[in-house]
């Protein structure tokens, strides 16, 4: 029984180096599971377009439009699973979307 | 020295409960298992036991909050029957695959319907892929003495994994035996302080269990739970011989009676067992080299033991007391005939289905059973796939 405070449990672990039960021995960590492989469609920032209204945060279901000092940046393309809530809300197109392959 | 007394396989195992005195006790009642809760709450109320007791509402909320206890780092135990059983099936799987080490007496009832309240073994079989070890007793004594040493088996850090004690419905939890009880103090010392390493009612450690697994993990943890199922085979044999230091009683993965020069065998779990042995008795006295082995672990499932003891036979009945409806026999049957195949040459095996919901089994029907089996061996033809014992047909 493995007894190692693993902090990152990657798919490349063995069995072995897994928690009995899959229990965490940590909090906090749930950024650290990269949700945005699951996208199969992409929000695009069109920053020149973009009025800071702030619009398209609040309605993210994943906090993947980080904001700092009062500015939206880039997309978190770790987080984002591409449901297009961001784009349907902005009333600038200031957001495009884009399924993946077009 | 040792207490003798008198005593009922559920007098017998919530006596054991008493003297081990766990955290926590949630059960809800059902017969046959209903006299372990009875008792427990008794003695609680008077002031013999420390154990909180949770009175739930129904069987799956009593193995939710035996989970959630030991989860918490709480030594946890529950009782029960049939449907009761039945009624659990999804939390046993969240205890096992979270590896917590509950204990459970089982009193073997058969499932409805028609409904019936007497022994068979279709509950704890129906359960038997949860990834919970189950150890079978013959008799009161046995259900006393596995009950302890399951505790010890489940809790090792190898393991990690909860145990079912099971003993026969009515035959074993109702009928009154003369058997020996341990010193408290002995059990206390034998069995220990529950000291899990990780636990969440730890306050200087952070802990999330009952975690979600994407399909790049989920088999990496299966793979470890049927690791812990193997480490117990070893486990079970290092506490048994523990257990005898304290008890005087040898126990081990299965017990053979009679096998050392057997031509017939017979493959039996439970109470059954000591009828069986009288009639290997009478059989021996009459020349026919007849022998037993008792299945007492079913979980992890002894496939070398009893392929060793197989050796030499000429043929062999397996006897379950449940139907697996696969149309094709018992589950003891199913997998005694997998642990031969490959490593006992040329051994007639004939799988019974005997004994449901509460069906006597008496001596003249073993007699019966080494009768066939000696027959098809003399006349040269194989077995039905399974066949019901002593039918009216
Ligand atoms: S809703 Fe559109 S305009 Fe407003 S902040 Fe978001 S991207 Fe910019
Ligand atoms: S596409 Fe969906 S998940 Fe991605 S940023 Fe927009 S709202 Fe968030």
Known sequence: MK???????????????????????ASGNSAEFKTGDWRTATPKF??????????????????????????????????????????????????EFVKDGE | MAISERLSGNEAVSFAI???????VAAFPITPSTEIPQFISQYIANGEMTTVYVPVESEHSSMSA????????????TATSSCGLAYMFEMLYIAASNRLPITMACVNRALSGPININNDHSDSMGARDAGWIQIYAENAQEAYDNFIQCVRIGEHKDVHLPVMACQDGFITSHAVERMELIETDKVKAFVGEYNPEKYLLNPDEI??????????????????????MKNARQVIKDIAKEFETISGRKYDMIEEYRMEDAEYAMVIIGSSAGTAKE????????????????????????????????????????????????????PLGAEVKAAIYGKVDGLVAANYIYGLGGRD???EHIKLVFDEIAELVKSGKQPETYKYLAIRE
């Not at chain 2, 070398?304 to 036979?313: D, F, N, P, S, Y």
């Open chain 1, 3 to 25: 007894d190692n405070l693993m902090k990152n449990i990657t798919p490349d672990n063995k069995w072995q180096d897994l928690t009995p039960g899959g229990f965490i021995y």
């Open chain 2, 66 to 77: 035996c989970v959630g206890a030991q989860a918490a780092g709480a030594r946890s135990m």
């Open chain 1, 46 to 95: 069109i920053e020149e377009k973009c009025k800071q209204c702030l619009l398209c945060v609040p309605v993210c279901p994943d906090c993947s439009i980080p904001v700092v000092d009062g500015k939206r940046l880039d997309f978190d393309f770790d987080h984002c699973k591409g449901c297009g809530i961001c784009a349907k809300v902005c009333p600038f197109d200031a957001i």
């Open chain 2, 18 to 24: 008493k003297q081990i005195n766990p955290d926590v």
């Open chain 2, 207 to 228: 802990l999330a269990v009952g975690t979600y697994d994407t399909p790049q993990y989920y088999m990496e943890h299966k793979k470890a739970q049927t690791e812990a």
């Open chain 2, 279 to 330: 009639a290997i008795d009478e059989l021996r006295t009459a020349g026919v080299k007849a022998g037993l082995i008792k299945v007492r672990v079913f979980r992890p499932f002894p496939l070398e033991e009893i392929a060793a003891a197989l050796k030499g036979v000429k043929a062999v009945a397996i006897m379950d007391k449940t139907d697996s409806f696969s149309a094709a026999g018992g």
């Open chain 2, 361 to 363: 089994v008496r001596v």
